[in-house]
C-alpha cells in the first residue's frame, strides 16, 4: 500500500529534551516536507527537500532540523524543544515536477512539549 | 508569490442540506488547485485538483469545485452533507515553480442532524 507513515503518532516530552520524528515513503517520491498544524494558523510548512541531500527552509524552520540521507526518509529533529513546538505534525511527499504540488499526508503526530 | 484565502472559519449546516466552502487565491497566472479533507485525528486526504481543462472538477465522497478565474475563486460543493463529512478542509494553491503549494487556514465544517 501506497503511504507515508510517521513515528511516534503521540509523543509528550520535557523542555530540552532532544527528539526525532521520523518520517518514511514507499512511493518513491522525490519531493518531501513537513508541516506543522496549529488552531487558526492551518498548516505551515517547516522544511523541504527536493532530493537526497538537498533540504531548505519553510515558513517556520526556527528549532528544527531535518536530513535526507536517503530517498526515502525524512526525519525531524528537535533539538531543544520548547513549549512553543507544541503541535501537531505532518510529512507529506510528492512527485518531482509541476505534479509535485499535490502532496501525500501522513497520519500526524501530536507533539506536547512542557 | 501566491496566497490562498478561505474566509469562512466555521460553517455549520444541517445532515443533507448542501455545502459551499469558500476559496479564493491571489496569483497573476491559474495556478494548481487543490481541496484536502481532514477528518478528526487523520491526516490530510485529497478531495480534488485542477490543473487545466474543464473547470468544474469531481472528486471523491461526492464533493465538486468549480474554477472561476474571474473570480480567482475555486469553491468546494457537496449537494447533500453527510454527518461523516463533518472535519476540517483545506484549500491549497501550487504556482510559481517552486513547486511547493500554500494552504489556507482550514474551514471546520460541523453537520447537526
Known amino acids: 500500500e501506497a503511504q507515508v507513515t510517521q513515528n511516534p503518532r503521540y509523543l509528550i516530552t520535557v523542555t530540552g529534551k532532544k527528539l526525532t520524528v521520523t518520517c518514511s515513503q514507499n512511493m518513491n517520491h522525490e519531493y518531501m516536507s513537513w508541516y506543522r498544524q496549529d488552531p487558526g494558523l492551518g498548516l505551515r510548512q517547516i522544511y523541504y527537500?527536493?532530493?537526497?541531500?538537498?533540504?531548505d527552509k519553510g515558513d517556520v524552520p526556527e528549532g528544527y532540523k531535518v536530513s535526507r540521507k536517503e530517498k526515502r526518509n525524512f526525519p525531524l529533529i528537535l533539538e531543544s524543544p520548547s513549549p512553543n513546538q507544541t503541535s501537531l505534525y505532518f510529512c507529506?511527499?510528492?512527485?518531482?515536477?509541476?505534479?509535485?504540488?499535490?502532496?501525500?499526508f501522513g497520519p500526524g503526530t501530536r507533539l506536547t512539549v512542557t | 508569490a501566491q496566497s490562498v484565502t478561505q474566509p469562512d472559519i466555521h460553517i455549520t449546516v444541517s445532515e443533507g442540506a448542501s455545502l459551499e466552502l469558500r476559496c479564493n487565491y491571489s496569483y497573476g497566472a491559474t495556478p494548481y488547485l487543490f481541496w484536502y479533507v481532514q477528518s478528526p485525528g487523520q491526516g490530510l486526504q485529497l478531495l480534488l485538483k485542477y490543473f487545466s481543462g474543464d473547470t468544474l472538477v469531481q472528486g471523491i465522497k461526492g464533493f465538486e469545485a468549480e474554477f472561476k478565474r474571474s473570480q480567482s475563486s475555486f469553491n468546494l460543493r457537496k449537494p447533500s452533507v453527510h454527518w461523516s463529512d463533518a472535519a476540517e478542509y483545506f484549500c491549497?494553491?501550487?504556482?510559481?515553480?517552486?513547486?511547493?503549494?500554500?494552504f489556507g487556514r482550514g474551514t471546520s465544517l460541523i453537520v447537526h442532524p
Open positions: 491549497a494553491v501550487g504556482a510559481g515553480g517552486s513547486y511547493i503549494p500554500t
Open positions: 527537500s527536493m532530493n537526497v541531500e538537498v533540504t
Open positions: 507529506a511527499s510528492s512527485y518531482k515536477g509541476p505534479s509535485s504540488y499535490e502532496q501525500y
